[in-house]
Each structure stands twice: as C-alpha cells, then as structure tokens.
C-alpha cells in the first residue's frame, strides 16, 4: 500500500461530519486578555504618576511608557474585536468570520495544500495549493482539540510523506526563543564579568549562574547537536543533546497530538506523543519540524505495511 493512499484512509475515516457547525472564541480567553491587559495599563499609569512625582521622568522614560501604553491599547483593541470573530465547518469548506459576519477568510477543503502553524500551534495557517491564499485558525476558539483535528484529516487528503528514511529537523535555525535566550546570556555573562571587576563576588557568581541558565536553555533548542532524528523503515530515532530515545516500530502503541498550557500565559504548546505498549511516551516538539507534518507523518508511518 502506498503512502499517500495510507494518509487518505487516515482522513477518511476520520468521522468528519460530527465537526460540522459555528465555533466560537472561548469567553474566558478574551475576559483573561482583558484583564491583564488592563492591569498592564493601570500598573503603566500608577508607575509614570510615582516616577513623576518622586523624581521625575526623561524624555526617554515617557517614551518608554507611551510606547507600552500604545501597545497595551492596542492589544485591547485587538482582543474586543476577536471576541465576536466565529469559524464555520462544513462538508466543502471552512470560514471565518468577524464580529460583523463579514468574512475574513474561506478555504475549500478541495483546494488545501498545505497546514502550518505559528511556533506552539497556537494558529493554525491553512493554504491553498497555489500558496497564495490561507485562512487563520486560533487555539482560543472552543473546542479547538476537535477543530484541529479536523483539519488534520483533511491536510491527510493531499499530504504525501517523504520517502523513508526521514530526518525529523526544523526548517528554521533561528526563533525568537534563540534571540531571548542568548540574549539573557549576554547580558548575565557582561554583568558578572563586570561584578567581578568591581570585586562583587557574589554578585558575579550569581549572574554567572543566570549567564550558564540561558546558555544551557540555548543549547537544549538545537538537538541536532546530540545527533540527527530519524524515521526509519523498522524504528524511529529522537535524539536531544545528551539523550537518545530509540523506539521500534513494532513496540508502538500509537500516536496523538498533546497540548501542554504555559502557566504564564496560556498559551498551550502543542507536541507529537508517540505512545509505546509499554506506556512510555516519546514527545516530539516543534524542535523537530513542523507539528502537523510530523504527525501525519508518524500516522502513515504506523499504517505502512
């Protein structure tokens, strides 16, 4: 059996239909987006009124301020305006809508080439064959799980894996993740060398140990340091940087997709479990690729014979 025939019956015996219908943004998220970008404002507002009087702003200072104040407005404008947006699924095609009714984009399931999304797949991107056209699907509508998945099956359609094997590898050497990370090791690594001029000792040991945190984090971005990953005919290879995760295919039991929540800003992370029959869990993150390719991937992988 081919692969490409593998990932049509994947799709479709899906049971699709039971996803049709109107979903709309999830009430608690936009109430959460409101308040703390509310709070932002107020804690804005207080501090210039402190700074004011206690000693003064700079012109450096108010822009500063201006410039959070601005993108605080911002990000409450954009908030309200989501919090009427609605996504519709039918047999032929998916469609967003804003608050208005009026459309904000539609794509027929006939016509997707191609699903990609926004680093912890907190949006899903849905193109058209051309490349041209797509249509935006975000984590904060209801019932997101069933939607996803939806769109996955029908991704299955027109996805087509690559030959065996498969090196598992991000397209992008550099996220914005890299940049905070080694930027926090700059600046702790300048600090402590500083502190240390200036015989602070346990000042520069502790930004040393802030300095040698963002650079260990750096490193824990860039597994293919610990080695390629790979998907071969009989097993499956996750290598991170000082660990090695060998799986055969035979002792596979499964394959889902998990969303794990950022505590801070609830924002979920979204990573491939490859479950074994003895109830360990090989997690595979975006570090390794695209999430919907990786998945699929590994779903046609299982079925071939």
């Known amino acids: 059996m081919s692969e490409s025939a593998l990932t049509h019956d994947f799709a479709s015996s899906a049971g699709d239909s039971g996803t049709n219908g ?31 009087l206690r000693r003064g702003l700079d012109l450096f200072g108010m822009l500063l301020l201006l410039l959070i104040s601005l993108g605080l407005v911002w990000f409450l404008i954009h908030v309200k305006n989501l919090s009427g947006r609605t996504l ?4 032929k095609e998916i469609s967003v809508f804003d608050k208005r009714k009026g459309s904000l984009g ?17 949006q899903l991107a849905l193109w058209d064959r051309s490349g041209r056209r797509r249509v935006l699907v975000d984590q904060q509508y209801e019932d997101f799980p069933r939607i996803r998945q939806r769109i996955l099956s029908e991704y299955a359609r027109a996805f087509v894996p690559k030959p065996l094997p498969i090196e598992l590898r991000s397209t992008s050497p550099f996220r914005y993740e890299t940049f905070v990370m080694g930027f926090v090791t700059l600046l702790s690594g300048v600090a402590s060398c500083l502190a240390f001029s200036q015989n602070q000792p346990i000042a520069s040991l502790f930004l040393l140990g802030f300095a040698s945190f963002g650079f260990w984090n750096l490193l824990l971005l860039y597994p293919r340091l610990g080695g390629p990953s790979v998907i071969y005919e009989d097993r499956i290879v996750i290598r991170r940087l000082f660990r090695k995760d060998e ?8 394959v889902d997709l998990a969303d794990v929540a950022n505590g801070n800003s609830g924002a979920k992370f979204s990573m491939v479990v490859l479950r074994t029959i003895d109830n360990r869990k090989v997690k595979i993150t975006f570090l390794y690729g695209s999430i919907p390719e990786i998945y699929l991937t590994l779903r046609a992988w299982l079925a071939r014979t």
């Not at 970008?37 to 507002?45: E, K, M, N, T």
């Not at 539609?106 to 699903?115: I, P």
């Not at 799986?247 to 499964?254: H, L, Q, T």
Request: aromatic letters at 16%.
């Open 22 to 52: 109107f979903y709309r943004f999830d009430p608690g998220q936009i109430q959460t987006g409101l308040v703390f970008a509310s709070i932002g404002l107020a804690a804005v507002f207080v501090f210039g009124a402190w700074a004011s």
């Open 88 to 91: 519709e699924i039918t047999d």
């Open 106 to 122: 539609r794509l027929f399931w006939e016509e997707l080439g191609l699903v990609t999304e926004r680093r912890k797949m907190a």
């Open 247 to 254: 799986v055969r295919k035979k002792d596979v039991a499964g």
